[in-house]
């Protein structure tokens, strides 16, 4: 499962990279393996996810190659970014196929997670 997100260290990033990581039993039990991906540096999303605690993997996407192939590059007009990922959430199989996508309009709302999980239970039952 690739969920991606504006910006390390943000507010509503910070609280739903927790909560995945609240919810990490029921995605490992649904099968899933999450990787938490935004266009910041290597050297911040390690930064980001030892603050959190995180025990899954966060990607950089510093050069917006990932953020491209899966349409979920934005502006964020507020802070004048250009370029960065849209909150979204994408599982995908073990023959690269995107069985479920969630993009979210703006950087507020977070993704279902219930709704995550039971794409993921759907395509490993």
């Not at 990922?85 to 309009?105: C, E, L, N, Q, T």
Request: proline share 3%.
């Amino acid at each position: 499962m690739l969920a991606f997100f504006p910006g390390a260290f943000t507010s509503t990033c910070s609280h739903e990279m927790n909560t995945f990581q609240a919810r990490m039993s029921d995605f490992e039990d649904a099968g899933a393996t999450i990787y938490g991906i935004s266009v910041d540096s290597p050297f911040a999303q390690n930064a980001f996810r030892e603050r959190l605690g995180l025990e899954y993997s966060l990607l950089s996407d510093a050069n917006r190659e990932i953020i491209e192939k899966y349409g979920v590059s934005m502006h964020w007009e507020e802070y004048g970014l250009d370029g960065i990922a849209k909150r979204a959430v994408f599982v995908v199989d073990a023959d690269g196929d995107v069985s479920y996508a969630r993009v979210v309009d703006g950087t507020k709302p977070e993704p279902d997670y219930d709704e995550a999980i039971e794409a993921v239970e759907a395509i490993t039952a």
